[in-house]
């Protein structure tokens, strides 16, 4: 597959909750189209359908409406086998990472986990170098870590530890629902530094959804811009930051100059 060619694609996605005077329409009629080694944003504020569409994406939430395809097939995820297929190829990283682990697993567990989830059959020397490899990645020391709970690392120490997870598993398709949220400004650019490195060392796909339109800007090539379950308007981040075109997206966007000084945009 080429850089450009398509990798996941959803048409007329729709997914309600609820029955009668209770119904909610969480994404409604949403298309999207995304290639390997894309970075997308979702962008929209809380409760217009972000988590929503991307547990459909994951697989992890059945849409009411419209049709998944990836790598120009229709998704199957019926089988206990074809969900494991799929799930080796398309990872996420949630807003709270304590949902993420385990809490009674010890971070060496969490790792060696990884390695098991590809199948992979390694000595315990190469499992070692392995684990110790992708805590470097994310500025972690495996040496001081490996011994204890997730409960017991710092909020940045535990988002770090779930992107070290990523390294190991290098899927191709990476959902960061909001991974920044619990973290300060200086972590926040570190862990966006790191998914980018991911990016661009494994050519995955990543789809990081976020409230923040000016952190959305810095990191990807292409918005979805969302609005109460429907995405309003989409295409190039740069094109949408300087002509938004709908009156939701010059709202969120009003605040350009904050952008370009807090990223040094220029
Ligand atoms: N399991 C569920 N049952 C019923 N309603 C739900 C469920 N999950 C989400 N919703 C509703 O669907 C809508 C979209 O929620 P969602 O979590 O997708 O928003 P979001 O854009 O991720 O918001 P945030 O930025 O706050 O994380 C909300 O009105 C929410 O209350
Ligand atoms: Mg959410």
Redesign the pocket.
């Given at each position: 597959m080429s850089r450009n060619d398509v990798l996941i694609s959803g048409k007329n996605i729709t997914k309600t909750?609820?029955y009668g005077k209770n119904k909610?329409t969480?994404v409604h009629d949403v298309n999207f189209t995304f290639h390997e080694g894309e970075i997308i944003s979702i962008v929209?504020?809380?409760?217009?359908?972000?988590?929503?569409?991307a547990k459909i994406m994951m697989g992890l939430l059945k849409e009411s409406n419209g049709n998944i395809q990836y790598k120009g097939k229709p998704r199957q995820l019926r089988t206990h086998a074809n969900r494991k297929e799929y799930w080796k190829d398309i990872q996420a990283i949630f807003?709270d990472p304590f949902s993420s682990f385990n809490m009674f697993h010890k971070v060496e567990k969490l790792l060696i986990d990884c390695i098991k989830l590809q199948g992979l059959k390694l000595s315990k020397e190469e499992q070692f170098h392995k684990m110790k490899d992708a805590c470097s990645f994310v500025n972690l020391k495996f040496e001081e870590l490996y011994n204890k709970y997730p409960f017991e690392l710092s909020g940045g120490q535990m988002q770090r530890l779930m992107i070290a997870r990523i390294f190991m598993l290098h899927p191709k398709v990476l959902i960061a629902d909001?991974p920044t949220s619990m973290v300060d400004a200086c972590s926040r650019s570190t862990i966006l530094d790191m998914l980018l490195k991911l990016r661009d060392e494994n050519n995955m796909t990543i789809i990081f959804i976020t409230?923040d339109v000016g952190l959305a800007y810095y990191v990807s090539d292409t918005l979805y811009i969302?609005e109460k379950?429907k995405v309003v308007e989409n295409g190039q981040a740069e094109k949408i930051l300087l002509n938004p075109q709908h009156t939701y997206t010059q709202q969120l966007i009003s605040d350009v100059p904050k952008i370009h000084s807090e990223w040094n945009l220029g």
């Open positions: 909750f609820g909610i969480a929209g504020e809380s409760g217009s359908g972000k988590t929503t569409l807003q909001e409230h969302m379950g």
